[in-house]
T-cell receptor, first 105, second 114 residues
Framework: GEDVEQSLFLSVREGDSSVINCTYT??????LYWYKQEPGAGLQLLTY?????DMKQDQRLTVLLNKKDKHLSLRIADTQTGDSAIYFC?????FGAGTTVTVRA | DAGITQSPRHKVTETGTPVTLRCHQT?????MYWYRQDPGHGLRLIHY???????DKGEVSDGYSVSRSKTEDFLLTLESATSSQTSVYFC?????????????FGSGTRLTVV
């Protein structure tokens, strides 16, 4: 099966930018996704990128895709306390283990 | 939320007992999925369905069975629960057939096997 790897934890100061990284092995997916999970809830689709693109911006979110290196990243600008959550990369076949983002004042 | 309801939300059961989790959807979605979420593993696919009576195995299907006798309900059964099946279970739907991206998840069922 596909392997999707993410770092498990990220701590960031409120107002700074957060960058969450993901590497994947299967390059056949047409789209790649980021999901957000808040405590006690299911995952919510945050954003996605078409595999032929290298960047997508959506308000405070920027997705970067390096298809050659099979690397996907999510940048959150001006991180807020409401951004504290677990973020999952989905490579088209599998989810990563999730990155827990903690925003400190 | 695509009208997805999971029941029960929480359950504690004893090892060796059968358990059935229910996923109910109200919007006639064709594709339904059962995932389990465990720390350090993310979400892993157990079984999925692509229509009434049409189901297939996922990555971690051992010890689980599913049934879909009508479009709106997708049932996950643990025939004889084990402690390794203690987890949070999520039902999801996709809407590829309607041109929409990604999964929509239910709120989850927290199952504890003691």
């Amino acid at each position: 099966g596909e392997d999707v790897e993410q770092s498990l934890f990220l701590s960031v100061r409120e107002g700074d930018s957060s960058v969450i990284n993901c590497t994947y092995t299967d390059s056949s997916s047409t789209y790649l996704y980021w999901y957000k999970q808040e405590p006690g809830a299911g995952l919510q689709l945050l954003t996605y990128i078409f595999s032929n693109m290298d960047m997508k911006q959506d308000q405070r979110l920027t997705v970067l895709l390096n298809k050659k290196d099979k690397h996907l990243s999510l940048r959150i600008a001006d991180t807020q306390t409401g951004d504290s959550a677990i973020y999952f990369c989905f490579g088209g076949l599998s989810f990563g283990a999730g990155t827990t983002v903690t925003v400190r004042a | 939320d695509a009208g997805i309801t999971q029941s029960p939300r929480h359950k504690v059961t004893e090892t060796g007992t059968p358990v059935t989790l229910r996923c109910h959807q109200t919007e006639n979605h064709r594709y339904m999925y059962w995932y389990r979420q465990d720390p350090g593993h993310g979400l892993r696919l157990i079984h999925y369905s692509y229509g009434v009576k049409d189901t297939d195995k996922g990555e971690v299907s051992d010890g689980y069975s599913v049934s879909r006798s009508k479009t709106e309900d997708f049932l996950l059964t643990l025939e004889s629960a084990t402690s390794s099946q203690t987890s949070v279970y999520f039902c999801a739907i996709t809407q590829w057939d309607r041109g929409l991206h990604g999964y929509t998840f239910g709120s989850g069922t927290r199952l504890t096997v003691v």
